[in-house]
């Protein structure tokens, strides 16, 4: 059975509501069979709803009958136009397919109590606005009740169209796979654990009534260029998740206030939505909080309490990097349900790299053997890409293949950009391949 067919009892009952709403307001009175019929689907709705599609989402954002009855009659245009005529029809002097509260509460015939407790299924912070499942542009009784993306998705079977745009982040392609993470086994196997906060949630929350709380949250520390941001595209790419780096610069403000203005306008856009924050270089704005010696240090401590206190709450995956794990501070421990060390990689892996990030097809000197570059040069993999294709484009530039030499004076012109001073012996036996002209360039 196809979603829609599943939810046919749905539309048949908004329609004999629909229709009985308009006999009412004339004066006339509903036949016993309309009301009949009516109790009739209200026994098979109650049982359909046990089922999927409805089970999944119930279950997730903790739906009542209030939000489902709510959730079907604005999901009924999309799916039955008709219905959404007769919306029309039935609120003069609103111009839209969707029906409003008001109309709601008048087609299920709601007294005082009831409606009072419908209002607050319908506040911000009911389950219905926190999951994005509906949308209206005010609280105003007579604002129509629009259905997300997200719920067409998932009731109705539609392909999600939904664009995410979360203030003060922007979306970063995740097309690594698994395949191209070159990292120690032990390091693999806390990626995958991970991946199991997400993949088996329900399993562990719903099904064995575990407490879990917000996140998964987790720390990627290491050196520059060890793969933790790769890292994180890899995982939102395997999960189907976009994945948005924050963008620090927009978050913090000089300003006293605004700094947690543009924190909760973040974390409230993401809620409920399955995407991955990544808080690049997270020491900047996770870091120690300090002694107060003047009111600035009281507002800066203020605002990574604020932010401590928001990712806890906040229901979705985020991964924090940082070079220096010493830097951030000690209270994030607790709230991390992950925290993953990326050392600089062995020669082993090193040449592992060399292999990944040569591009297959180049034409490659006989000389070139990934094994020997891995013990020979210390880089770390964000260095072998880099050096890899700028060797790849210098023998391109002189329609050669691939040698030592190119690679060479990649290496080098890698290590330059580190700074300090250059030594010829941290090539290994590269050096004896690296143009003199290069090399004097550097003394």
Same mark, same amino acid.
């Given at each position: ?16 509501? %629909?229709? &009985? ?50 959730? !079907? ?106 395949? &191209? ?33 917000? %996140? ?157 570059? %891995? ?12 050096? !890899? ?55």
């Amino acid at each position: 059975m196809n979603a829609m067919t599943s939810l046919a009892a749905e539309w048949e009952r908004i329609d004999l509501l %629909g229709s &009985s709403l308009v006999a009412y307001r004339s004066g006339a009175v509903v036949s016993a069979e309309v009301a009949k019929r009516l109790g009739v689907l209200q026994q098979e709705i109650g049982m359909l709803r046990d089922q999927p599609p409805w089970q999944a989402l119930v279950n997730e954002c903790h739906l009542n009958t209030i939000d489902q009855d709510i959730l !079907a009659c604005s999901l009924a245009p999309e799916a039955e136009p008709r219905l959404g005529w007769m919306f029309q029809e039935l609120q003069p002097g609103i111009t839209t397919t969707y029906p409003t509260a008001a109309l709601i509460r008048e087609m299920f015939v709601m007294g005082s109590d009831e409606s009072v407790a419908f209002n607050k299924r319908l506040s911000l912070d009911s389950p219905l606005f926190r999951h994005r499942l509906v949308e209206r542009q005010s609280s105003n009784i007579y604002q129509p009740i629009r259905p997300s993306s997200r719920a067409c998705s998932g009731l109705l079977g539609w392909s999600s169209q939904e664009s995410h745009c979360l203030p003060g982040a922007v979306q970063v392609p995740a097309n690594g796979t698994w395949d &191209s993470l070159v990292l120690p086994a032990y390091c693999m196997q806390s990626l995958r654990e991970f991946m199991f906060w997400l993949t088996h949630r329900h399993q562990v929350e719903q099904e064995w009534k575990g407490r879990v709380t917000g %996140g998964p949250v987790a720390l990627f520390s290491g050196p520059s260029g060890t793969g933790k941001t790769f890292a994180a595209e890899v995982l939102a790419n395997r999960l189907g998740y976009p994945l948005f780096r924050v963008d620090l610069g927009l978050l913090v403000s000089k300003y006293i206030g605004e700094t947690e203005k543009n924190l909760n306008a973040l974390f409230d856009a993401a809620h409920g939505q399955k995407i991955m924050l990544l808080f690049d270089e997270a020491d900047s704005l996770f870091g120690k909080r300090g002694d107060v010696k003047q009111a600035h240090d009281r507002y800066a401590n203020m605002e990574v309490s604020h932010l401590l206190s928001r990712i806890e709450r906040h229901q979705g995956p985020c991964i924090l990097t940082s070079n220096l794990r010493q830097n951030l501070d000690s209270a994030f421990g607790r709230r991390f349900q992950m925290v993953i060390d990326f050392p600089r990689p062995d020669a082993a892996l090193r040449a592992a790299l060399w292999k990944l990030h040569i591009p297959l097809d180049a034409p490659l000197d006989d000389e070139v053997d990934p094994v020997m570059l %891995g013990k020979e040069v210390s880089l770390t993999g964000g260095q072998i890409r880099n050096a !890899a294709l700028h060797s790849a484009f210098l023998a391109a530039g002189e329609s050669s293949v691939i040698s030592l030499n190119h690679i060479a004076r990649a290496v080098w012109t890698e290590l330059a950009k580190e700074g300090g001073e250059m030594v010829i012996c941290s090539l290994g036996k590269l050096a004896e391949f690296l143009p003199k002209e290069v090399m004097n360039a550097a003394y």
